[in-house]
């Protein structure tokens, strides 16, 4: 089985209970790795990252002891960064074993093409503020500049501007309970299918939003949900792509969705 998870979100303070978050994710990492063939990870996994040379955030310990676990039970782990984790040096890689991909991938996956995307980049066209935020955070000068202030000033900014983010993004509407079709990411990946049709699967995180949609009869894309609302992943055998939700320490597995407009 080859897994997909996005925007976990570890560290931020809207967790109702940040341990009992890390505990079920720990929980769910060791519910999937007898069948885990590779676990693609896409973005946002902790709420602010900034990685010095010799210095990393501090926390996280139980979240990267299971990812650890995982690939030393032979787990492929694949990180594709999102806006509030892309300041990663090497310390994925050498420490987890973790290929890291600093922008969306294409590849056969058991016989099917995929491009997985954290989603930040696709939705940079949205807006001004968008396209100027991806652009800053990805800016060499600008890490180079951070990279020289200390961090004791960095990463509580980092950790206040992440948290000012997401309880921002909370109150907007996001187009829920509207019709999928309209969903920024989906009409993107209906736009990439056209230039590129031999892309069977979308997958994207970035937007909170969980969600599958079928389109040209046999293509999808699939909106990933999130950790803050809800608990959720996707699977892929080789024949199905399924999306689950509601992982949780007493039923690590979560609940299989069908086919869904936005939640």
């Known amino acids: 089985m080859i897994y997909f998870i996005a ?3 570890f560290g931020s303070p809207l967790h109702s209970d940040e341990l ?3 505990r079920t994710f720990v929980k769910w990492c060791e519910a999937i790795a007898p069948t885990a063939e590779s676990l693609f990870l896409l973005g946002d ?5 900034y990685e010095y040379r010799y210095v990393v955030p501090k926390g996280f310990v139980r979240v990267l002891g299971a990812l650890a676990h995982l690939a030393d039970s032979g787990v492929k782990l694949h990180y594709i960064v ?4 892309n300041w990663c040096r090497d ?3 050498k420490e987890l074993q973790v290929n890291l991909h600093p922008q969306a991938i294409e590849l056969d996956l058991k016989g099917k093409i995929f491009r997985l995307a954290h989603g930040d980049e696709e939705c940079r066209e949205r807006s001004f503020r968008e396209d100027f935020m991806y652009r800053l955070f990805r800016s060499p000068i600008a890490r180079r500049l951070l990279s020289a202030i200390h961090p004791r000033w960095v990463i509580p900014l980092g950790l206040g ?3 000012a983010s997401r309880r921002h993004g909370d109150k907007k509407p996001y187009d829920k309970g509207g019709p999928i ?3 920024w990411l989906v009409k993107q990946a209906i736009q990439m299918e056209a230039r590129s049709p031999e892309i069977d699967y979308f ?13 040209n009869e046999n293509k999808k894309v699939v909106l990933l949900g999130d950790w803050l609302h809800y608990n959720s992943y996707a699977s892929w055998d080789g024949n199905e792509l399924s999306l689950y939700r509601d992982v949780s320490l007493a039923h690590p597995q979560g609940t299989l969705l069908n086919e869904a407009t936005i939640e």
């Open 20 to 22: 009992l978050i890390e």
């Open 203 to 215: 997958l994207f995180g970035h937007r909170h939003l969980l969600a599958s949609h079928t389109f």
């Open 82 to 85: 999102g806006n509030h984790d």
């Open 181 to 183: 079709e309209c969903e």
């Open 161 to 163: 501007s992440a948290e």
């Open 45 to 49: 996994i902790f709420d602010f990252w």
């Open 7 to 9: 925007d976990t979100h």
């Open 91 to 93: 310390y994925f890689q």
